[in-house]
């Protein structure tokens, strides 16, 4: 009789796990108070949450990448003027800062100044929990260490003594108020900052905001005697790339710009990229959105610059358009946005993408309506109709 023969099994194949995917959140400000919509992993099926603070003036809402619960929202309330809320469970519950964002009040004798509202949110560098930065109108920059709870004034931007020349005295052409905006911290060092004000222009500091100095060579200014200034211009919008944070974007009142701040000899020279664009629509816009994984890859929303400035879709045929060449050409995608008489005003923060792959974007207007399009812009759908007049959308995942 044989033996039996013990063989060894075959070892199993471990398949990695593929992570699923997250499910998408719109963090939404708008005239009338804050929404917050909600995907499934697949991006089709929205969920909206709100009003928050129905009534109120809700400029923006942002979530701390750092701990994924803190929510601060930028608002301005009937009978509390100009504030923040926090939120520390996901936007569950909310509770308004200790001490919100204000200027030194003036000496005996002389005009002081006052925030009107808070406009932007930036959390601080990921090494610094806990630091958030808030832009004002007028232009004002201040910084919170407590997660958002009460700010203090950045004494090196809002006492600096070329800060009244910097913002035209805060009396600029902006039609509800001049703004500080696109508060940027670099990735790599918490001691390097950008800052964009409308108007102004854009400005950089090297020592964590004790102080600043402009950074707009190459930006045009078609409204003013001198054509290139040091200051004075008008950028709607600054984005930095997170994956190559020498890399920088601009929507501007005068067209769109790029700057690499690592090429040899134009490491302070912003290059108009937006004359690639269609001369019937030009490089007028407000928002400016990048891949967050190709620096080469952003997506502007045109308005109408012509004449009297209706701030509307060429046309009345809105499209949004990407270039994935560093600005060297651009394509339109309107695929599913009306084909006429769609008059859409989309505001500077109210176009964000999302991290997916493909990356999702999506784009608020005054009219109240949410778009979304999860293959890059190729495709868009009409996701939530019937909001206040948006202000400001930002995607995250939590």
């Known amino acids: 009789m044989k033996s039996a023969v013990k063989t060894k099994a075959s070892p199993k194949k471990v398949l ?98 006052t925030v009107d509202h808070v406009f932007w949110l930036t959390p601080g560098h990921a090494g610094e929990p806990g630091v958030w930065y808030a832009g004002t109108s007028p232009q004002g920059l201040f910084r919170s260490a407590d997660g958002g709870d009460t700010w203090e004034s950045v004494k090196g931007f809002n006492d600096h003594p070329m800060r009244s020349a ?13 703004k500080m905006h696109s508060i940027i911290v670099d990735p790599r060092d918490a001691n390097h900052m950008y800052i964009g004000m409308s108007g102004g222009g854009v400005f950089e500091s090297t020592n964590k905001g004790a102080d600043w100095h402009p950074l707009n060579a190459g930006c045009k200014v078609d409204f ?40 040899a000899g134009a490491e302070n020279q912003w290059v108009r990229i937006g004359e690639k664009m269609p001369k019937s629509v030009g490089d007028i816009g407000f928002p400016m959105v990048l891949h967050p994984r190709d620096p080469n890859t952003c997506w502007v929303f045109p ?17 949004a358009y990407v270039t994935r060449n560093g600005g060297k050409s651009w394509q339109r995608q ?65």
């Open 16 to 113: 990695a796990k593929k992570a699923a995917p997250k499910s998408v959140t719109l963090l939404v400000a708008t005239k009338k108070g804050g929404f917050i919509l909600t995907s499934d992993p697949k991006r089709r099926e929205w969920t909206t949450k709100g009003p928050l603070y129905l009534g109120n003036i809700v400029h923006h809402v942002m979530l701390d990448p750092r701990d994924g619960k803190t929510m601060l929202m930028a608002t301005k309330t009937g009978h509390l003027g100009p504030t923040v809320f926090r939120s520390t469970n996901q936007g569950k519950t909310w509770k308004e800062a200790a001490k919100p964002p204000a200027f030194a009040k003036a000496a005996e004798g002389e005009t002081g100044r």
């Open 166 to 178: 910097w913002t035209g005295g805060g009396q600029d052409g902006t039609p509800d108020g001049p």
């Open 224 to 263: 003013n005697p001198d054509p290139y200034p040091e200051f004075g211009q008008d950028p709607h919008c600054v984005r930095l790339h997170p994956q190559s944070p020498d890399i920088l974007y601009q929507q501007n009142h005068c067209g769109i710009y790029r700057i690499d701040r690592t090429a």
């Open 303 to 319: 308005m109408d610059g012509t004449q009297v400035w209706p701030r509307t879709a060429p046309g009345g045929k809105p499209a």
């Open 334 to 398: 309107d695929n599913g946005l009306p084909k006429q008489q769609a008059w859409m005003t989309v505001f500077r923060q109210a176009m964000t993408a999302d991290a997916h792959n493909p990356v999702g974007l999506y784009f608020g207007t005054t009219c109240g309506e949410i778009w979304a399009s999860t293959n890059e812009g190729e495709k868009w759908t009409c996701i939530v109709r019937h909001l206040p007049h948006v202000y400001a959308v930002e995607a995250v995942e939590l």
